[in-house]
């Protein structure tokens, strides 16, 4: 049994926004609480390769693709976008210390990689500027002229 359309598009605002939070928290805390610098001399010191510039990628998609998850624009892109970012951050950071986060784990890595990975899927649902753009486009072109 599925829930009815519209519940369905409420679960995936839902899910949108609160991952997206997360994802625009961690970028910005990248951007300004550790700095880019502080943020590259983290990753150099775990071994991600042109950290400088995986700093600056990964605060950028974490700030703006994390803003995209919560208005719903681009949702497929910024969720694979994303889905990478915490692929790197499971390899170089959190595979060896086991699952739980206050062990320095991959739990949150994990969830947010297959939340990411499934807003890719699926898409943004209804309640999203996706909807709002490609739905009118997609109706424009049904129309015969």
Same mark, same amino acid.
Not at 10 to 34: C, D, E, I, M, P
Not at 76 to 100: C, D, I, M, Q, R
């Given at each position: 049994? /599925?829930?009815?359309?519209?519940?369905?598009?409420?679960?995936?605002?839902?899910? /949108?926004?609160?991952?997206?939070?997360?994802?625009?928290?961690?970028?910005?805390?990248?951007?300004?609480?550790?700095?880019?610098?502080?943020?590259?001399?983290?990753?150099?010191?775990?071994?991600?390769?042109?950290?400088?510039?995986?700093?600056?990628?990964?605060?950028?998609?974490?700030?703006?693709?994390?803003?995209?998850?919560?208005?719903?624009?681009?949702?497929?892109?910024?969720?694979?976008?994303?889905?990478?970012?915490?692929?790197?951050?499971?390899?170089?950071?959190?595979?060896?210390?086991?699952?739980?986060?206050?062990?320095?784990?991959?739990?949150?890595?994990?969830?947010?990689?297959?939340?990411?990975?499934?807003?890719?899927?699926?898409?943004?649902?209804?309640?999203?500027?996706?909807?709002?753009?490609?739905?009118? /486009?997609?109706?424009?072109?049904?129309?015969?002229?």
């Amino acid at each position: 049994m /599925r829930l009815p359309a519209p519940l369905r598009d409420l679960a995936l605002l839902l899910t /949108r926004v609160a991952v997206g939070v997360v994802f625009v928290a961690h970028g910005w805390q990248k951007l300004s609480t550790n700095g880019i610098e502080g943020t590259a001399a983290f990753f150099d010191s775990v071994g991600i390769p042109a950290a400088t510039a995986a700093a600056w990628v990964s605060a950028l998609v974490e700030l703006v693709g994390g803003a995209a998850l919560v208005v719903g624009l681009a949702v497929p892109v910024a969720g694979l976008l994303l889905l990478a970012n915490t692929v790197g951050a499971f390899v170089f950071v959190h595979a060896g210390s086991g699952l739980f986060v206050d062990q320095g784990g991959y739990e949150l890595v994990l969830v947010l990689g297959a939340v990411s990975l499934l807003l890719a899927a699926v898409g943004a649902g209804r309640y999203s500027l996706d909807h709002l753009v490609l739905g009118r /486009r997609r109706t424009t072109e049904r129309v015969p002229a």
